[in-house]
């Protein structure tokens, strides 16, 4: 049983679909928002398939060990990330704190790509890898302080049981409003996705750290960002929008899915909407704006009675 | 921290044409940045004295991409000045016709470009679809979209019917909505304006010392345009303003070019409703008397300068051209002194490179 979790449902399998599916509606609403058509609903899957394929380069000088690596340590850390998190009324691993540990596994891509830019030889990489750094300070602390709060109101640490108390009360996204949408910019800048994909930004630094990559390597280090995209949003739909703790596993999961699309199509549309930030601006929103506005909503939250 | 030096180009996403800058960047500011050109350098200016008048029409058409039509009507215009043509006023209104269309069409695309260049890619779409209508219209026209081989010495090889002006100008009704539409993303969206405002930053003394000319200059303050200061006809029985903002920033750049478009659509309006009748093109001598002239006109990037020199035969003796992207590219280093690493690409674009014309 454990072993169909961990491969199948809602282990790898389903994540690496959800994946798939996930890029290809956000790749179609991007591009009926700005009247283009999209890509055909296999385009992920043979884009997958195609960079598999394709021939893995390593410049001279970079380091060979680390680039083999740091995919898949990437991906690692995702897929186990989206091991603890509750899809509808699955719960396959939990324990009191597990929230901590998500938020911790959810964060290191943010490390890997980092390395990614420091170990290889290119200048953009060099770039983005400082970049991404960055980035991760401006949007992680009040990305934190945002997802925290939720977790103080239902007095758990624990992402299955703070879904079960707001499903019984109301959605956190009605009583943190602010907490909500904070959780969303982080969200955006954890996964560096327009308008905060300044470390990757193609017409500054190229493809930033990912520049030298390719073959096998770029295959994985998409996979990983889009499975980080479905395990941040399914994080996002339990702390916020009450998950889904129906009894029949029917009724659950469509529900499930329904809020995960929600948030993915508010992100896409947010994409759509700005222009890219600098990194400067960036740091001032998040320390002077997000940062605040967190601490704020965090008080409250402990204020009223958490 | 230590300085590296990151290329951009003669490849790089940002850059449409091919040119080479090495930025000496600490941190993420550039504090030194050397230009190389001359990747597609093709002789024009040589070839043009190995074929006769008539053939370089199409040679000089390969100057550019965008505003292919600007220089073949600078050209013509040159060569009828020397035979002492007087073209008929039909063919100089059809010739303005696309002047402003094509003005329209390069303005569009650049907006793209900048947009592409900030990350805002739904600008960039809606810009380059909005574009499409001014192609279907010359395309109509002309049969070409981007070239349109449609001037010759004497007039134009083109005419069009009573219904075929109907339908340009209910296309241009809708070319009017959009293109308000994308000149009110420019003036109100603040995250366009975080990314262009105080950014790439001309005085007016800079632009009186680089001679720069065009939009680049009129968003310094500089108040110059050929069609408003030395009117060809039928410049002199149209009106139109002159936009000009004082900030000489890529935002105030962003809308000058844009109010300009909101004129162009207007004059390409007049232009249909005035046209007069008669016809569009003079015969031409293939021989052109000895002698010198200056032809100039004003493309969508600021004056285009041809000087043509002929000794008598049908073959010029010399050629010169002066495009106007030169005067912005020497104002580049200044620009970039001291930049954002992200802003290198606005101010790049700001500025409005047409590789292909300086490089010849």
Known sequence: ?306 | MNRITVPIGPQHPLLKEPMAFQLTVEGESVIESTLRLGYVHRGIERLCQERTYVQNIHLVERVCGICSHVHTTTYCQGVEALLGLEVPLRGLYLRTLLCELERIHSHLLWLGVLARNIGFDTIFMYAWRDREIVLDIMEDLSGGRVSHAVNVIGGVRIDLTEEHRDTILSQLDLLDKQVAHLLGIVEHERSLKARTQNIGHLSLEDVRRYCVVGPVARASGLNVDLRRDRPPPPYDRLTFTVPVHEDGDVWARTWVRMRETVESVRLCRQILTLLPDGPVAARARRRVPAGEVISRSEAPRGEVIYYIRSDGSDIPARVKIRTPTLTSLITLPTQLEGVNMADVSVVLAGVDLCIACADR
């Open chain 1, 1 to 306: 049983m454990a072993l169909i979790n961990l491969l199948f449902f809602p282990g790898f399998t389903f994540l690496f679909m959800c994946a798939l599916f996930f890029e290809w509606l956000d790749r179609r609403i991007i591009a009926r928002f700005q009247e283009r058509v999209g890509p055909p609903w296999f385009q992920p899957l043979a884009d997958f398939i195609k960079l598999l394929a394709k021939e893995d380069i390593v410049p001279s000088g970079a380091h060979a060990k680390a680039a083999a690596l740091l995919p898949m340590f990437s991906l690692t850390a995702v897929l186990t990330a989206g091991l603890y998190v509750p899809v509808g009324n699955v719960v396959t691993a939990s324990f009191e704190g597990d929230l901590i540990v998500v938020l911790f596994l959810l964060s290191l891509p943010a490390l890997g790509y980092f390395l990614a830019g420091w170990t290889s030889v290119g200048v953009y990489s060099l770039i983005g890898g400082h970049r991404s750094l960055l980035q991760y300070f401006s949007y992680e602390v009040p990305f934190l302080m945002a997802v925290a709060s939720p977790a103080i109101l239902s007095g758990s640490w624990r992402i299955a049981s703070i879904a079960a108390y707001q499903s019984q009360t109301t959605w956190g996204a009605l009583m943190q409003p602010l907490g909500f949408i904070l959780a969303i910019i982080g969200l955006i800048g954890k996964l560096k996705r327009d308008p905060l994909d300044i470390p990757k930004a193609k017409s500054e630094v190229v493809a930033g750290s990912l520049t030298d990559f390719s073959g096998r390597k770029i295959a994985l280090w998409h996979l990983s960002i889009y499975i980080q995209t479905v395990v941040g949003i399914f994080l996002l739909v339990n702390l916020f929008l009450g998950g889904s703790s129906h009894q029949s596993l029917f009724v659950a999961l469509p529900i499930f899915g329904l809020k995960a699309l929600g948030i993915l199509i508010l992100l896409s549309m947010i994409s759509v909407l700005y222009a890219r930030l600098r990194i400067d601006q960036l740091a001032n929103l998040g320390w002077r704006v997000l940062a605040p506005l967190a601490l704020i909503q965090l008080l409250v939250t402990i204020w009223s009675g958490g």
